[in-house]
């Protein structure tokens, strides 16, 4: 199974409602998908979630279809910066934990990018 983690950091506070809109049809479109079990976490300006796949297919069938896809389309709009995750797990994992994840891949692609 595959875990997906997924940091969004706002570019500022006006897009929140944008950022709501795309989120009710991800909403309705994840209880509708194949993912197992889904977490979100959330603040004012950064939005965290964890979904968990029973394969690569599922997962990419999500991310590029419905909801979720047309929300894509607005991603440069909505987010300062985007960061997402995938590794192999059997459960969804605690945030703590996933956010530190997401924070060393961060800064694993910023330095890849200053070598560029």
Known sequence: ?????????????GQIFLFFRHVRG??????QSKCKRHR????FMKHYTMTL?????DLHEFVRSGAHGNSMKDINKVARSFTT????????IPWREAMAMLEKEEKRR???NKGK
């Not at 199974?1 to 506070?13: A, E, G, R």
């Not at 991800?26 to 209880?31: E, G």
């Not at 979100?40 to 603040?43: A, P």
């Open 85 to 92: 995750l995938t590794i192999d797990a059997y459960n969804l």
């Open 1 to 13: 199974m595959y875990l997906s983690i997924t940091k969004i950091h706002l570019k500022n506070p």
């Open 40 to 43: 979100l976490k959330g603040g």
């Open 53 to 57: 796949w029973y394969s690569k297919e």
């Open 26 to 31: 991800i909403s309705k479109q994840l209880q």
């Open 110 to 112: 910023s330095a890849a």
